[in-house]
Structure formats: structure tokens, C-alpha cells
């Protein structure tokens, strides 16, 4: 039994004319000789507006009864489109979370997937041509609905499609694929028609919102052939996958760039065993991702050590220091909102040398100087003022080459 997984967001699904056209891809699927299962998000604005009738009726809504009322969006939307496919003549059903049933753990509002029982869905297909499943919900193991976080959507229909052994899985959004950086502030942006999983986690982990990055984890660890494409076009996409010579042929894949970010720096602290820990080991206890560090040289044995955090993380992050800095001897807190990161990305890196160099000397000049540096072994990321970083996407972008048809 061949098997294709697609799933469709929030946009694809809004109204009847869009469903329509979704209905277009899954008898597309169809034709090529497959049992599709369709996975779908809540129709869009739909989840934004129960979390804001969860507010209006809780000074404090409680997690768990949330994830059981927003939940709801997707409810509505594989029941409204296997309505849609029964009305065409296909031979469909609608499915929840708990129905097959995906289990999660117990962190409502962000919970990650532990197991999903394939033996429904198998039979479910013997049965019927089309499964639409609802994305973004799970169950713990005592039975509780749960919801795994914004995009969510795309983790759940990588992950039946790792379960199913589906020949790709399809995400439909509203772009038709993966693009060296963003068109919307670059204009030779290049639609990308391959790009690996580490490349595509990079991308994801500096904002790019093309697909939640914990589908990409997932899709990495089970092998998983990701296609992302358009609902509103036939463009084949990008294909997602493992790296291949081609691949590392190219120096820089792409240039992503996050401004969601602040900076935050403890002066004057003492350089001895333990500093580093006391500042650190606070923030991780409170869950704060902490990004670039970067701890001067010593000077008469007295240094400071400057992190970047999540600027949603700003308030809670000073607070803790503000506790932190008398217990290490720090002379004082100090914080930036107005940084950005820019990344040049490329499992290139791995082969090839002097990217950095390259990319230091045009950022140079135009003027842009460098606040921090840290890389990876196919990331080199920098932190500048945020005014700079339309400019300095583009310096980058047009440095590598990256407007160019190399596919």
C-alpha cells in the first residue's frame, strides 16, 4: 500500500473555496496511485480566537483545560473537509489525536510526541481512500487532549508520515517553498528546489517559518522526504531531505536573519572557577535559551560575560540577574533590545574555508560592524544593531552568490 501524507495550514483550509483546492491535492495524491492522508490545522485566525475566549472567561486559564479547548479548531476542520470528500464520492473519514492515538507527554501547550499506534490508521486505510487527521493535538497517556505548540501541524503529519512509511510528505502552505532568505526584504531571493535537514534546522531555528522545527527533527531522525509546496499553485517546491555532493558543493544555501533578540551583559565579574555556572545555571533552570556568549579576557583578573536571550525572555532573564550579580560580584546588568542575528547557512561549510572571512568583508563594507560571533559547523551567525539587518541580508545574500541558478 503506497501511502502520501499531506497536510494543509491554517490558510489552506479558511474557507469552502480553499478546501476546494485542497480537495485538488488530495485527488491529485490519489491519481498517483496512493491512500492519502491528509493532515489539517484549525481554519485560520480559529485557534487565536479561543485563546482569547479562554482570557476573557480566566484571569488564569489553566493549561490543560486550554489545549482541551483549542484543540477544537482542528476538530472543525477534518470534519467540515471529510464532509467535502463524501460529498465527491471519496471514500473518506475524519480522525482525532486521541482516536488513533497519538501520545504525547504531559506539557500542555507545547507537548512532544512519544508514540503513535499505526494499527487504527492501517486499518482505517484498508477501509477507506482519504484519513483526514487533525494536526497539532495528542493525548497523554491517561488520556488528556494535548497540543504541541504553534505550527504544530507540521510535527504531527511528519510524524505519521514517519509511522506510515509514506512515499514524501507534502506541507501545503501559502509559499511555494524554501527561499535562499526572505523575498519579502531581498528580491533575488531563489526558491531553493533541494535543501538538507540540517540546513533547514538552522533555518528554522533563526525564525525562518517555513516549517515548525520540530518537524524538521523529526523528519532528520526517521528520514523523512519533506516536500514543501503551495495549496494555491502546482510548483513542485522544495524537497527536504538528507545531503548529497551537490548539496556540499555549495559554499552558503542560505542567509536567515532573527530579531527577536536581546542582549545582556554582567561587568566586572571575577574570573574564577564557578562564575559561568552561577550565571548560566539560573536561566536553565527557568527554561531561557540562551544563544551567542561570549566572555571578554581577563583583565586583573575581573571579566564580563555578554549572552543573547529571546527578547519574550528580557523581563524574567534581569531578574534573575539582578539576583545573580551580588552573588558573583558583578558590578552591574546591563541589556540591549535593539540586536539581530544574521546566519549564512550551507552544508558547504564543512568542505570549504574562508566563508567567514568573506562574509565579515562585505558586512564591512558598508559600514555594519560586528557585535558577536558564534558558529557551527554549517552556520556562522552574527549579532548586529537590528536597523542593519535588512541591509545586511541582502550584503550576504548578493556576497554568495546566492541569486544565482545552481540547480
Excluded at 291 to 311: A, C, E, K
Amino acid at each position: 500500500m503506497k501511502i502520501l501524507v499531506q497536510k494543509f495550514g491554517g490558510t489552506s483550509v479558511a474557507t469552502p473555496e480553499s478546501m476546494k483546492r485542497v480537495r485538488e491535492k488530495v485527488l491529485s495524491g490519489l491519481a498517483q496511485g496512493c491512500k492519502v492522508v491528509a493532515v489539517l490545522s484549525a481554519r485560520a485566525g480559529e485557534t487565536n480566537k479561543l485563546l482569547a475566549l479562554a482570557e476573557e472567561w480566566s484571569a488564569s486559564p489553566d493549561l490543560a483545560e486550554t489545549d482541551a479547548l483549542v484543540s477544537t479548531g482542528e476538530q472543525v476542520s477534518v470534519s467540515l473537509f471529510a464532509m467535502m470528500l463524501k460529498d465527491a464520492g471519496i471514500r473518506a473519514r475524519s480522525l482525532l489525536a486521541w482516536q488513533i492515538p497519538i501520545v504525547t507527554d504531559d506539557d500542555f501547550g507545547n507537548a512532544r510526541i512519544r508514540s503513535i499506534d499505526s494499527a487504527i490508521l492501517k486499518d482505517c486505510l484498508a477501509e477507506y481512500d482519504v484519513l483526514v487527521v487533525a494536526g497539532f493535538q495528542g493525548r497523554t497517556a491517561d488520556g488528556r487532549i494535548t497540543t504541541l505548540g504553534r505550527g504544530g501541524s507540521d510535527t504531527s503529519a511528519v510524524a505519521l508520515a514517519a509511522v506510515l512509511n509514506s512515499v514524501e510528505c507534502e506541507i501545503y502552505t501559502d509559499v511555494d517553498g524554501v527561499y535562499t532568505t526572505d523575498p519579502n526584504i531581498c528580491s533575488t531571493a531563489r526558491k531553493m528546489d533541494h535543501i538538507a535537514y540540517e540546513e533547514m534546522l538552522e533555518m528554522a531555528s533563526m525564525g525562518a517559518k517555513v516549517l515548525h522545527i520540530r518537524s524538521v527533527e523529526f523528519a532528520k531522525k526517521y528520514k523523512v522526504p519533506v516536500r514543501v509546496r503551495s495549496t494555491f499553485s502546482n510548483d513542485p517546491g522544495t524537497l527536504v531531505t538528507q545531503e548529497d555532493s551537490r548539496m556540499e558543493a555549495v559554499l552558503v544555501s542560505g542567509i536567515a536573519y532573527d530579531k527577536d533578540q536581546a542582549r545582556v551583559t554582567l561587568r566586572d565579574l571575577p574570573d574564577i572557577p564557578g562564575t559561568a555556572a552561577a550565571v548560566f545555571g539560573p536561566l536553565s533552570e527557568k527554561g531561557i535559551l540562551v544563544d551567542m556568549i561570549v566572555q571578554n579576557t581577563s583583565l586583573d583578573g575581573r571579566t564580563d560575560i555578554t549572552f543573547t536571550i529571546p527578547r519574550k525572555d528580557l523581563r524574567q532573564t534581569l531578574e534573575i540577574m539582578e539576583d545573580v550579580a551580588p552573588r558573583t560580584g558583578a558590578s552591574e546588568v546591563i541589556h540591549d533590545v535593539s540586536v539581530a542575528k544574521v546566519s549564512a547557512i550551507g552544508v558547504g561549510m564543512r568542505n570549504h574555508s574562508g566563508v567567514a572571512a568573506r562574509a565579515f568583508s562585505a558586512l564591512t563594507q558598508e559600514g555594519i560592524n560586528i557585535l558577536m560571533i558564534s558558529t557551527s559547523e554549517i552556520k556562522i551567525t552574527i549579532l548586529i544593531q537590528e536597523k542593519y539587518v535588512e541591509l545586511a541580508v541582502r550584503i550576504l545574500h548578493d556576497a554568495f552568490g546566492l541569486d544565482w541558478d545552481i540547480d
